[in-house]
């Protein structure tokens, strides 16, 4: 088993600030009093932050706050949200809502719903949150190196009424591909990442650090919110002697169940909240292990049980579920029916796509790494025209094909949709996702009610295939 958090020789002990989750409230805007003033401000910068172990030395990251963690956004279900964004970087940027069914104007996404904030410029976010639930928040301007280099954060909607528990947790689950001097590698547009399975990192962190373990009390019960913002990592969290149950994805309730393979698997962009009940004994230690990758388990984190006495009594009773959002259901038997193909990558038999307006052969694709496509269309832009046009408030049914060998999340903009099936087996419950993970070559059946007009873009979460040209729009009209 390599446990090695490689290319260092660190100690396994990753830290856990997640409790102390940097709350944005109260910050400042720097504009005249007569403005409206939002009660949250995202400042795009560059800062110093300790990424490894304090012993390091600190990593030059890009971050929307002044201080490490990871930003973390708490609103309550239904309320209004306003956030200014304030551009510090020396690059257009802008803040999409991942996960989040706002109106087109709010995405974030430069060219179809926003001009890029330039350099030393604000934007206004400012918009309603419908769902409840685990959501984050990145920029949609080359996006590899943006979120690469730090750029996100989380936004926790509370329910009106949470499920009781003794705390509730925050984890952004990353990676970071850092060099000897702790500095982030600047290789963004390497072609070996863009056309395999995407930039991996070599420093595996729990809210932006290395994790330490998770000191709990015996009979405690945590609600662990899950958040992957790795640009290409997926993580499969085992609780060592622990049975966790999931209550939602992707933001959306789901009847509690223990994950299948006891991993809960998380792609880039997918969010999981899990019950976790600590059910062990005072003084024991457990293992949280990533074993996603086979013959490469990596110790993630550990659960330290405290001394002493328990925290309750007797342990957790049943586990509760959320109530769900309201969400438009889907009439299957009066769908539209849509497919989208994925083709491209590394060992491919693709001959060629529509790219800049015209069909061009593989080698031509290949000069500009433009090497993904989606119903054969390479992007280069998200200016592009629709690659799908779903009719506004009718049911929709999409099947995804994926004709390449890697696996790709892929996630669709304002909407969630229910995963009817996946390779041809039916999902049980269809949850409701904003993300669906494709295996090599592997199919999706989704479903969803087109209620949200606009152009959205529908792509890959891999972010290196983003750059390659794995984006497109669904226009909702
Ligand atoms: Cu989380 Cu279009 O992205
Ligand atoms: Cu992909």
């Known amino acids: 088993m390599n446990t090695q958090n490689t290319p ?55 971050s929307y706050a002044d201080t490490h963690p990871v930003p973390v956004l708490r609103v309550k279900q239904g ?37 890029p904030v330039q350099p030393g410029e604000t934007f206004l976010y400012d918009f309603k949150v419908p769902d409840a639930g685990t959501f984050w928040f990145h920029p949609h301007v080359n996006s590899s190196e943006q979120i690469g280099r730090g750029l996100h954060g989380a ?26 001097d702790g500095a ?18 070599n420093f595996v962190t729990l809210n932006g650090r290395a994790s330490e373990p998770l000191k709990v009390r015996k009979n405690e019960r945590i609600r662990l919110r899950l958040i992957n913002v790795a640009n290409a990592r997926l993580f499969g969290l085992n609780f060592e002697n622990h049975d966790v149950h999931i209550i939602a994805l992707d933001g959306q309730p789901v009847p509690p169940h223990s994950p299948k393979y006891d991993m809960v698997l998380l792609a880039p962009g997918q969010r999981a909240d899990v019950i976790l009940d600590c059910t062990g004994d005072a003084g024991s230690t457990h293992k949280i292990l990533d074993i996603v990758y086979e013959n490469d388990t990596l110790l993630f984190n550990e659960l330290v049980y405290e001394e002493g006495e328990p925290l309750h009594a007797s342990p957790p009773g049943p586990v509760p579920s959320l109530t769900p959002n309201r969400l438009p259901e889907p009439d299957l038997g009066n769908a539209e029916n849509h497919e989208i193909i994925i083709s491209g990558g590394a060992m491919s038999r693709m001959q060629g796509a529509v790219y800049k307006g015209e069909y061009r052969p593989i080698g031509e694709l290949v000069k500009d790494m433009r090497i993904w496509a989606l119903n054969g269309v390479a992007a280069h832009t998200t200016a592009m025209l629709p690659m799908l046009t779903f009719a506004e408030n009718k049911s929709h049914i999409v099947t995804i094909k994926n004709e390449t060998m890697f696996p790709h999340p892929m ?67």
Request: charge should be negative.
């Open 79 to 115: 309320e209004r949200l306003q956030v200014l964004l304030q551009n510090e970087l020396d690059q257009p940027t802008t803040v999409h809502w991942h996960g989040l069914r706002i109106p087109n104007a709010m995405d974030g996404v430069p060219d179809i719903s926003q001009a």
């Open 155 to 180: 936004l926790i909607v509370e329910e009106h009424n949470p499920p009781k528990v003794d705390r509730d947790l925050v984890w952004v689950l990353d990676d970071w591909r850092l060099t000897q």
């Open 411 to 477: 996630h669709l903009h304002g909407h969630s949709f229910r995963i009817l099936s996946i390779d041809g087996e039916p999902v049980p419950n269809t949850p409701w996702a904003d993300t669906v993970l494709l295996g090599g070559h592997g199919t999706a059946e989704i479903a969803l009610v087109a209620d949200n007009p606009g152009d959205w873009l529908f792509h890959c979460h891999i972010l290196a295939h983003v750059q390659g040209g794995m984006t497109s729009v669904i226009r909702v009209a």
């Open 184 to 201: 982030i590698s600047d290789d963004f547009n390497r072609g070996m990442d863009i056309s395999h399975g995407g930039r991996t990192g």
């Open 8 to 62: 260092f020789s660190l100690s396994r002990r990753q830290m856990l600030m997640g409790a102390s989750a940097f709350a944005l409230s109260g910050m400042a805007p720097r504009f005249g009093a007569a403005a409206a003033i939002p009660k949250h401000v995202l400042k795009a910068q560059k800062l110093d932050a300790q990424i490894l172990p304090p012993d390091w030395p600190k990593t030059p990251i890009w």
